[in-house]
């Protein structure tokens, strides 16, 4: 059993017990890792009771057999660094932060490390914040993760005949998009507005973030085998 340090963003929790909670954290260095936190007390109506909580951002302690990585791990010490309390300020940008941490925990693997996917979570979460409107960050984030994970779509050609122009419906089993020629004959498939291929293309603006944002968050749904759960929250 080994002692590791490391920084952590908190992305799910669960009460195990009156004392005790499973915790998920997206670390630095380490990727995901699940672990055990005992002596963690609940607040009451009446009573505070400092613990962890869901989208902290603080550097964490936490002992390992990494022989058997599919046991819980155990924490050691917990410091909160950073304090975002803009995220709980509306619920849009809740809504939004918590979509991260969702698509996070289920397109990530255990002890996978993503060491520059971890600073634009936390710099996602940061924008979310301070954000008059989240979906911005969000879609920024769906973009980096694909692109992590190597599910990032092909917005620039058909992926059945390779043409670059009349791209009109993307697809998420076939990677992309498709033409107009191809996609009669495909039936998984999503239309695309012009100006929303141009958000994917290059950069979203508040007038396309939408679009955008349902397309990807579509092409996550594929990734996970169901869609996240803060979705429709987040679009309502």
Known sequence: MSSISDDAVVLSRLDYSETSQVLVFFTHNHGKVRVMG??????????????????DIGHLTFSARHARTEQ?????EWKQTKSLSGLRETLPRLYAAQYLAEITTRLTEDWDPHEKLFLVLVHALEAISEADLALLPVVAYQRHLLQEIGAYPRFDLCMLCQRQDQLSHFSSFEGGMICRNCQPRHLEKKRLLPATLDALLNQ????????????????ISHQMGKEPALARKLLA
Do not use: M, Q, R
């Open 204 to 219: 979203p603006t508040e007038d396309t973030c939408v679009g955008a944002f349902k397309t990807l968050n579509y092409h």
């Open 72 to 76: 819980l791990s155990n924490l050691i």
């Open 38 to 55: 005992k002596g963690l007390k609940k607040s009451t109506k009446t009573k505070f009771a400092a613990g962890i909580d869901l989208l």
